[in-house]
């Protein structure tokens, strides 16, 4: 469904995406690696919302640059600001993305994919009224409202409370079942573990790794996890700066 | 493409009119210089000075609300909406459009209100086709002037920076227009920067209309300010989003 080629893109000096390739099939596909590793750009070239600096991408068969309409109109994008109208309802907020995606019989459409959300009891409330959990929600269904063939998820369950992630993997694991491809990219390994069918670790731009999960622990060593994956293939900065136990002491006492 | 648009209008329009308080607060500033300065200010510019600043105090209405529109162009940029309505396959300009025609039609209606005080205070517009024309050409003032504010915001993207360009330039746009007095009364120096001010020349087109003459020349001109300010706004919007 996706197939990425020599990918890059560099802001100024920086190259955040470093002649990136991976193939994405039909599955849920997790992307991880640490802050600022190009993660996002990399989901926002794909999403047609920002041009590489070179090499190419193709989502369900279109390129990203040459046919970008086309990929716009078989993909949904769903950013990690959690932007949903406060002053409009859940309906409201369904509806206008209907509108915009001209899908025909709209009302039904809409009316579907809330119920498919869980949030028809809710629909006719403004969404200032909603929970984290039930606004994410309801840009999965605005996202599901024209049924794209591949969603695209930047760190969807960023700032949810423990039940409010379980749920959106549910729902994800659904749309899976039902079909649809799922790009998503996450800081919680323990979730990416549990939910993704292959996982890409990339690093300064780079694929550090990638496999399914299961592959990438049993090749690090017995009763590892996903966390022991990252942190052997990533360097980041933090881990070595390292942490001076003692330095840190004696400036607390110093107070 | 026109849908879209209109989608786009519609949501701004829905949202603008539940924050009540905004609502409240854009029409009532306007009819307090009506009031305050049209009745109150002890002025000798002319016979009829309420009849005289009517028009002024109507394009500065739609002048500062044009001017502030861009700020919602910020929001939708930094909460992530005009990411989410850009990987959309709708034509990406109509968000652009939709923007600047909410913003259009906010100043309309902030401007019908002002006429409708002004009526009560005796102004009197004699020929129905002025007022349509009157409507004309704050829409094309408008246009002008909220494709401006939304270029400015898209290229500030941060929200202190375009309140400090939007007051540095809405108060003198407008102190130095033909708003507050005729040229006659004016110093040579401020009679020089008010014939160049874009502004004066939609007071003037308006103040025309009001005394029953058709500025067929200011209506042009303020239409081809618009679509060329428009043309400019959509070249930056494109480079910007991709």
């Known amino acids: ?255 | 493409m026109m849908k879209a648009i209109y989608y786009y209008f519609e949501r701004d329009l829905v949202k603008w009119l539940r924050g009540r308080i905004t609502v409240i607060s854009s029409l009532v500033m306007p009819a307090a210089w009506l009031v305050f300065v049209g009745l109150a200010l002890p002025t000798k510019f002319t016979d009829n000075y309420i009849q005289f600043i009517t028009p002024g105090i109507l394009v500065m209405t739609t002048l500062f609300s044009s001017l502030q529109g861009g700020s919602l162009m910020i929001f939708d940029k930094i909460l992530g909406f005009l990411n989410k309505f850009l990987a959309m396959p709708s034509p990406r300009e109509s968000m652009l459009y939709g923007k600047i025609l909410f913003i259009s039609v906010r100043g309309l209606l902030q401007a019908t209100v002002i006429l409708l005080i002004a009526t009560i205070l005796g102004v009197r517009i004699l020929n129905p086709v002025n007022i349509v024309l009157i409507y004309l050409t704050l829409f094309l003032f408008s246009v002008l002037f909220s494709a401006l504010s939304t270029m400015i915001g898209l290229y500030l993207s941060d929200h202190d920076s375009y309140a400090a360009v939007n007051s540095m330039i809405s108060m003198p746009l407008f102190f130095t227009s033909s708003a507050l007095m005729p040229y006659d009364v004016m110093p040579a120096w401020l009679r020089t920067l008010a014939r160049l001010n874009p502004v004066s020349y939609a007071i003037d087109s308006t103040r025309t209309l009001f005394e029953g003459g058709i500025p067929v020349h200011g209506i042009i001109g303020l239409a081809i300010g618009a679509g060329v300010v428009l043309l400019l706004g959509t070249y930056q919007f494109r480079k910007a989003v991709v």
Not at chain 1, 120 to 129: F, P, Q, Y
Not at chain 1, 164 to 171: D, N, P, Y
Not at chain 1, 214 to 229: F, K, R, Y
């Open chain 1, 1 to 255: 469904m996706i197939e990425i080629r020599k990918l890059s893109r560099s802001f100024g000096n920086l190259l955040a995406v470093d002649n990136l390739d991976l193939d994405v099939g039909n599955e849920i596909f997790g992307l991880l690696g640490p802050n600022g590793a190009g993660k996002s750009t990399t989901v926002m070239m794909l999403t047609t919302l920002l041009r590489p600096s070179s090499g190419t991408a193709k989502v369900c068969g279109y390129d990203i640059v040459k046919d970008s309409k086309k990929v716009r109109s078989k993909i949904s994008y769903v950013p990690q600001d959690m932007a949903v109208d406060r002053k409009l309802t859940g309906r409201e907020n369904v509806l206008l993305f209907a509108k915009l995606y001209g899908i025909p019989n709209r009302n039904s459409k809409v009316d579907e994919v809330i119920e498919m959300m869980g949030l028809s009891d809710r629909a006719g409330d403004l969404v200032a009224k909603y929970s984290g959990g039930m606004r994410r929600r309801l840009e999965l269904a605005q996202a599901l409202v024209h049924e794209p063939e591949v969603l695209f998820l930047d760190e969807p369950t960023l700032g949810l409370d423990v039940s409010g992630r379980r749920k959106i993997w549910e729902h994800i694991k659904m749309l899976k079942a039902e079909g649809m491809t799922i790009f998503m990219t996450t800081h919680y390994l323990e979730e990416a573990e549990k939910y993704c069918n292959r996982v890409a670790i990339i690093d300064k731009g780079k694929v550090a790794a990638v496999g399914s999960p299961e592959n990438l622990v049993s090749s690090i060593g017995e009763n590892a996890s996903l966390n022991d994956v990252f942190l052997e293939k990533v360097k980041t900065p933090e881990e070595q700066a390292g942490f001076n136990s003692t330095q840190f002491r004696n400036l607390l006492r110093r107070r």
